[in-house]
């Protein structure tokens, strides 16, 4: 299937500092949801800031690589440019809904900038309601202001601000962070319906293996700014080949398995100071001296010497 979003040999540094994404290459395609796992500090959002061209701080830029939205490649363009392209083209759901709803403009106002931020003014009670419908508010939210909502109905606007102009692509960062499993199911179908009925292309940024599991057709494991293994989800889930991956799947509570999970040791490396080789020899089980001098190529789906044992 052809990508919306083509995401090849990404590189994002600190000017003057560390590499934080090494040379990553994903592929969104259209009706389909392709998650991005790993630990914290991985660099999966700072592959999403990549993609929006808004980083958290001004020193961070992409240094190598392409980034092809529909065929056009987003680094070329000029700024405004890829500014209009958010929003109508890409839409962004972010972690922390508090983080990004104004505590003084009620749930349509927020609705409304994002038509207004692209230049449309007409019929707007009319879309801000259509928007919250399809994220299954009623109408009355509208006129309600963030603290007047639960933390689902809030990430709830988001989601409905970031669909309003019909994207191509959405990128969700962790849309379910610190909610309920049942409000979590049902942020997690409005995603799912969008992207079945009108061709969304969805990268869904998470660690959690169970969302990736029942939301994904597709998962790349993220681990110290490189992928170091993609697949279809259920040949992942069935026969991860990377220790990482192996890990992180021993590491989920199965109630159907006897043993205990296992605790992965060691954490992801800092930015400044990553192993040479495989970046997660420090914590392989299964390293030898070829892992600790010389990074393994992606072949096959999985960047490990070792896939094969």
């Given at each position: 299937m052809t990508a919306v979003l083509d995401i090849d040999a990404l590189h994002v540094a600190v000017a003057g500092g560390p590499t934080l994404v090494d040379g990553i290459s994903l592929k969104v395609t259209a009706g389909q949801t392709l998650g991005l796992v790993g630990e914290s500090g991985s660099g999966k959002s700072m592959t999403a800031y990549a993609v929006l061209g808004l980083f958290p701080a001004p020193a961070i830029r992409v240094t190598g690589g392409a980034i092809r939205l529909a065929g056009t490649d987003l680094l070329g363009l000029p700024a405004d440019a890829r500014r209009r392209l958010r929003g109508r083209q890409i839409g962004m759901v972010f972690q922390d809904p508090s983080s990004f709803l104004d505590p003084l403009l009620t749930a349509g106002r927020h609705i409304a900038e994002a038509f207004r931020a692209h230049g449309i003014t007409t019929n707007m009670p009319s879309r801000v309601q259509a928007a919250l419908a399809r994220v299954d508010l009623p109408a009355s939210a509208a006129a309600r202001f963030p603290h007047e909502l639960s933390g689902g109905q809030r990430q709830r606007v988001l989601i409905a601000a970031a669909l309003a102009l019909d994207p191509a692509v959405l990128i969700a960062d962790e849309p379910t962070t610190a909610l309920d499993v049942t409000v979590q199911a049902g942020i997690l179908e409005v995603l799912r319906r969008e992207a079945s009925a009108r061709g969304l292309g969805v990268l869904l940024i998470t660690h959690d293996l169970g969302?990736?599991?029942?939301?994904?057709?597709?998962?790349?494991?993220?681990?110290?700014?490189?992928?170091v293994e993609q697949a279809e989800v259920r040949r992942l889930f069935r026969a991860p080949r990377h220790p990482y991956t192996q890990g992180l799947l021993a590491s989920v509570l199965d109630p159907g398995r006897d043993a205990p999970p296992f605790a992965m040791p060691g954490g992801v490396p800092p930015a400044h100071a990553m192993p040479t080789g495989c970046r997660f020899h420090p914590r392989c089980p299964l390293v030898v001296a070829q892992c600790r001098t010389t990074a393994p190529p992606m072949r096959d789906g999985v960047a490990c010497w070792r896939a094969e044992a």
């Open positions: 969302v990736v599991a029942e939301n994904c057709a597709d998962v790349a494991v993220m681990y110290a700014g490189r992928i």
